[in-house]
Nanobody, 125 residues
Framework: QVQLVESGGGLVQAGGSLRLSCAAS????????VGWFRQAPGKERESVAT????????DYADSVKGRFLISRDNAKNTVFLKMNRLKPEDTSVYYC??????????????????WGQGTQVTVSS
């Protein structure tokens, strides 16, 4: 079973940037879609950005379109989320997960599994 580890979170001022990484070990991520999701206290987990196995298809939540960019480097078995122009409402724990099944693509959290442990992103105003 793949192990996903997120990194790159932290505390940043509004308007700043962060780049999150999702590194996979134990097997390759390349046949799987990967998604970034976030969950704030008392709220449901929501999809932030997803990317297909080759990277040719991406999807973003309306709240992050134009500010966030998801990408993947299959040679490094890693998926990235570049977050620009961060807002206090982006504060959350960010998780990555892989799609359920190879060569399939979806945008909903229920279509993903093998979740990482999460990384905290805090944006101060």
């Amino acid at each position: 079973q793949v192990q996903l580890v997120e990194s790159g979170g932290g505390l940043v001022q509004a308007g700043g940037s962060l780049r999150l990484s999702c590194a996979a070990s134990r097997r390759t991520l390349s046949p799987y879609a990967v998604g970034w999701f976030r969950q704030a206290p008392g709220k449901e987990r929501e999809s932030v950005a997803t990317i297909s196995w080759k990277g040719g298809t991406t999807d973003y939540a309306d709240s992050v379109k134009g500010r966030f960019l998801i990408s993947r480097d299959n040679a490094k078995n890693t998926v990235f989320l570049k977050m620009n122009r961060l807002k206090p409402e982006d504060t959350s724990v960010y998780y990555c997960a892989e799609g359920v099944g190879t060569y399939r693509y979806g945008t909903r959290p229920r279509e993903y599994g093998n979740w990482g442990q999460g990384t905290q992103v805090t944006v101060s105003s």
